[in-house]
């Protein structure tokens, strides 16, 4: 797996704009030690290596990262140790949505004034059928009260995890208050509908599906990119996609299949262990496969069937 | 309303039997000042309210408690402040369940630490579709790292707000290997089916519906009681009713029938907010209308009209 070349990157790259966000984020994967703390050491690694093989930019302490799995002690340690390693601010999106809309403050305050200004919120995911007025008031609060005019929230919509869904009425409520700070969204509902329609519906406002699977559709109704878990091992792959979408290369199409067939094959696994286990299997470091409860690192039978779905699909093995 | 007499309390109370739970038990309702922080004051006033008005323990930090809405810090807090004002610690049952698994272990920690052995813990709730043997991994994990042979957990099964059920092959995994610590579970499925299931499959072991709808047929097939939020309100109706039936009392069934009239009632109305609606109305203390976001209070015509109709259905005003 080669770097990109420095062309590909596009001219609204994270140097470019640092508040904004474009192009291929990869949720990184957090692995951890055999006591179940974060191994900060094999963290930084993989980020850096993720950076370096063509992701735009980390969605840090997304699903994939198990953030909901950490405490926030270890979610704010983990990012203070990635910065300190020198890894910028600017190609950081961290996840700060909690339950408690004092958590989401605490995480979103404490990101921005390590000056990693783009954060992903999930929306209180504890209660169910909550009103969108409701939900309002909790992004509400954490802008009120982080009060930083460079924060820019990217929202997390993932129905089938958070059992939350955020509306198109949602998001008119919240650009009509915070139009600077509220500026795009995750869309993991894996419903190409939704994401047409919030591209239809709010022209200029960041939308990046969750899966690569929709990234060609998406970037030719203006899409901002796509932030996908599989970025984590399939990254080269999906970066050289991305790359000859948007330059409507001759070769995209082709491009394009392969990427999603690798991920019709990661999908018939439990993603999260999937992805660890791809992770130790290419870097040949079986600490990789560790997860926290309540997942389960993937059986070796089934690692074998994995790496072979997924080599025969045509994943470019990790280097 | 008056103090049940203390005969009326079964040999198997708290008093005796002090890591058992038994009888009515109140997820309490936990009030937050103007600024959302928890009012303290408030919330041991109610707490002493509850017990004196005949809830036999209080479920501090279930879903009416909004446990999900606060941080750690303000949870532990306010069990502090609660034993501090001389609350005993058998009459509590503390809400212990996370999504991260090293929370979980540090709330738990803390209540036994403190002399509170019982704890209500929900299951890592933010991952859907997660395998028993992911879920009991979790749940060992605490019980392991607390390691204090005292401890008492009572499972939390919630699937329409958790999302993961408990199932019964958890439960037997559980019980094959710490049959001493997981001793019962709070059903607030709604789905007599599932609480008739635990009864039969799992005899001794400690089920409470999470309705007082259920308590009756619950406490023919042997159940410990009931775990209900509506006994914020109808404390004294619930706890009659439940005295009567245990005592196979000629009223039994009138009591049963007002007392599931007013839960039926109570329902039409989202329940934390209307729950905090009816203590304000009758303490006449608009404070107690406040909930923390993603909830919102209830509109004062909603709430003239909800107490209108649990009055209409046979609730004896709070005093």
Redesign the interface.
């Known amino acids: 797996m080669s770097r990109p070349p420095a062309t590909a990157v596009p001219a609204t790259s994270p140097e470019a704009e640092p508040l904004a966000a474009h192009g291929l984020w990869s949720p990184a994967s957090v692995p951890v030690r055999a006591d179940?703390a974060i191994d900060t050491g094999r963290a930084i690694t993989h980020a850096r290596h993720l950076l370096d093989t063509g992701c735009h930019g980390l969605a840090v302490f997304g699903?994939t990262s198990e953030a909901?799995?950490?405490?926030?002690e270890?979610r704010m340690g983990l990012l203070e140790d990635m910065l300190a390693s020198g890894i910028p601010a600017d190609r950081l999106m961290v996840g700060t949505g909690c339950?408690?809309?004092?958590?989401s403050v605490?995480l979103t305050d404490h990101a921005a004034g390590l000056g990693v200004k783009k954060v992903l919120m999930l929306?209180?995911?504890?209660?169910?059928g909550?009103?969108d007025?409701?939900?309002y008031?909790?992004f509400a609060?954490v802008i009120e009260r982080v009060a930083d005019p460079d924060l820019r929230i990217f929202l997390y919509h993932f129905p089938?995890?958070?059992?939350?869904p955020i509306t198109a009425g949602l998001i008119e409520m919240l650009l009509r208050d915070f139009p600077r700070t509220v500026v795009g969204l995750k869309d993991s509902s894996g419903d190409w509908e939704n994401v047409r329609m919030l591209l239809d519906e709010f022209p200029g406002f960041a939308v990046f599906p969750g899966s690569e699977s929709l990234l060609g559709r998406a970037l030719e109704k203006g899409a901002a990119g796509c932030i996908t878990a599989t970025a984590n091992v399939n990254t080269a792959g999906i970066r050289a996609t991305y790359d000859a979408l948007r330059a409507q290369a001759a070769d995209g199409a082709a491009k394009d299949e392969t990427m999603r067939a690798v991920r019709k094959a990661l999908e018939a696994w439990p993603l999260v262990p999937a992805l660890k286990h791809l992770i130790a299997h290419y870097r040949g470091d079986h600490a990789w496969r560790a997860v926290?409860?309540?997942?389960?690192p993937l059986p070796e039978e089934e690692g074998a069937k994995l790496v072979a779905a997924v080599e025969g699909a045509g994943l470019q093995p990790l280097v």
Request: proline share 11%.
């Open positions: 179940l699903t909901n799995s950490f405490s926030l270890e339950c408690a809309v004092t958590d605490r929306p209180p995911f504890y209660y169910k909550m009103s007025a409701g939900l008031r909790s609060t089938r995890l958070s059992g939350v926290r409860p309540p997942m389960l």
